[in-house]
């Protein structure tokens, strides 16, 4: 191997360097993608099991109650439409917690997970589509190098990652 082979991570440091990239977001960019996210979808290996816990829970407590409607909002897990007047204050309890849960838990497998902005891959167009908050580890969480710079991108990086890091 050459003496100055430099490793991803000195790469990383040095466009950093240059750009004034963050050294984490450059040195995320360089590996493969390996998940795709769903604009407001809840779904996935991290979330599922939350939901379904709920619902058992939702079950005992709340006899008859409307189906949730699970979705991802600026990367937190929502009921849409969650009824708060009729839901009895054990509904509530039971779905705050899931809330909680889920924002400490990668949306697309089990491992912890924290806010972080990736973006929306439209198969039909075959290009990135936008940026979005999503609840992520750090395995599943990717920026398309070109797109670091995006001005949308930057602007709910700064207020979703930077503010939290
Ligand atoms: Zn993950």
Not at 45 to 54: E, M, S
Not at 123 to 134: A, E, H, L, N, R
Request: hydrophobic share 30%.
């Amino acid at each position: 191997m050459p003496k100055n082979r430099s490793t991803a991570a000195q790469r990383a440091r040095q466009r950093q360097a240059a750009t004034g990239e963050k050294y984490t977001t450059a040195l995320r960019a360089q590996r493969p993608c390996t998940t795709h996210h769903q604009i407001f979808s809840a779904r996935g290996a991290g979330w599922t099991p939350i939901t379904q816990r709920a619902e058992q829970r939702f079950d005992h407590a709340w006899p008859g109650h409307p189906r949730p409607h699970w979705e991802e909002k600026f990367g937190e897990l929502c009921w849409k439409s969650f009824p708060w007047q009729d839901a009895p204050a054990e509904a509530h309890r039971i779905l705050r917690e899931a809330q909680r849960e889920a924002d400490a838990t990668c949306q697309s497998c089990p491992a912890p997970g924290r806010k972080r902005v990736v973006w929306i891959w439209d198969d039909y167009c075959g290009t990135w589509i936008m940026p979005w908050v999503k609840t992520c580890c750090d395995n599943c969480y990717w920026v398309p190098s070109h797109l670091l710079h995006d001005g949308e991108y930057r602007f709910l990086f700064e207020t979703y990652e930077e503010s939290s890091a």
